[in-house]
């Protein structure tokens, strides 16, 4: 492989590594947000994992629905 062929595959290694911890990063912000909604709820009676997967599950449903394409 050539320098710039090696150098070139590296960037797009970082730049890869760098768009996925920001995946990680907003969806764990969008759970938190989503686990704070749902301890607020006083009739709530999950349980503590009930919770989590609950927030996890709609902080996907969000990321999925705010990174569809909009259509004019």
């Known amino acids: 492989m050539n320098d710039n062929l090696e150098q070139r595959v590296l960037q797009v290694e970082r730049q ?4 996925a911890a920001a995946h990680r990063d907003r969806r764990e912000r969008i759970a938190t947000a989503a686990l ?3 301890l607020a709820d006083p009739d709530g009676h999950a349980t ?3 919770y989590v997967v609950a927030a996890v599950a709609l902080a996907d449903a969000l990321i999925a629905e705010l990174d569809k394409e909009v259509k004019p």
Do not use: C, E, M, S
Request: glycine fraction near 20%; avoid cysteine.
């Open 48 to 50: 503590v994992n009930g």
């Open 36 to 38: 704070q909604g749902l």
């Open 16 to 19: 890869i590594a760098a768009a």
